[in-house]
């Protein structure tokens, strides 16, 4: 089955920092993968996201590339602020009739960005 | 638009209680889904409609029932709710059931059963 493993957390980071969240995942097929994010209090929300080998997602100054060569999603930042502290979600979705959307996730990473 | 909303924001049950979660969408999508969020565990799918008319279980679906009222509507209902299903639930919706298509998520049911 689908699986989605993230670099446990949390990570504190001072601000301007570079960030990196490992996303590994295993499916079967061509997944579309994706990074939701979750600020204190509220619904996750689309941060960015890649349909096929090699495509690059990017919102926000976050950018995150599919590698289907070693199956993975890293989530990657140059410089974090302080409104970036949030929880991060990788997530997978797979192709096919009968996947109608349903997401994988991982268990999230925590990230706490200091003045 | 509101997007996704949910009611009750929070609620706390005594064990063998029974309530339900309301979902409703406006974005007239076809898709709805039901997750719960536990630390260290990321989101879990209990059910999910692929479209009016039709519901299927996820992941996590024991405990629990869905109702798809209508197109707008999905409701997760807890017949006789248990200490292991506080938890924080989230619903949401999508377009098409696509894979490459983005999820709406609500602002989530905070549940603690004593």
């Known amino acids: 089955g689908n699986s989605v493993t993230q670099m446990e957390g949390p990570v504190t980071l001072s601000e301007e920092a570079f960030l990196t969240i490992n996303c590994t995942y295993t499916a079967t097929g061509y997944p579309s993968l994706f990074w939701y994010v979750q600020y204190p209090g509220e619904g996750l929300q689309l941060l960015l996201k890649?349909?096929?080998?090699?495509d690059k997602g990017s919102n926000k100054g976050f950018e995150a590339t599919y590698r289907k060569e070693t199956t993975s999603f890293h989530l990657e930042k140059g410089s974090v602020q302080v409104s970036d502290s949030a929880v991060y979600f990788c997530a997978l979705s797979n192709a096919g009739g009968t996947s109608y959307g349903k997401l994988t996730f991982g268990q999230g990473t925590i990230l706490t960005v200091h003045p | 638009n509101a997007g996704v909303t949910q009611t009750p924001k929070f609620q706390v049950l005594k064990t063998g209680q029974s309530m339900t979660l309301q979902c409703a969408q406006d974005m007239n999508h076809n898709s709805m889904y039901w997750y719960r969020q536990d630390p260290g565990m990321g989101l879990r799918l209990i059910y999910y409609?692929?479209?009016?008319?039709?519901?299927d279980k996820g992941e996590v679906p024991n405990g629990y029932n869905v109702s798809r009222l209508n197109k707008r509507e999905f409701s997760l209902r807890l017949e006789s709710a248990a200490p292991s299903q506080t938890s924080v639930y989230f619903c949401a919706s999508m377009a098409e059931g696509r894979a490459e298509e983005t999820q709406y998520f609500g602002p989530g049911t905070r549940l603690l059963v004593l």
């Open positions: 890649a349909t096929k080998a090699d």
């Open positions: 409609s692929a479209s009016e008319g039709t519901t």
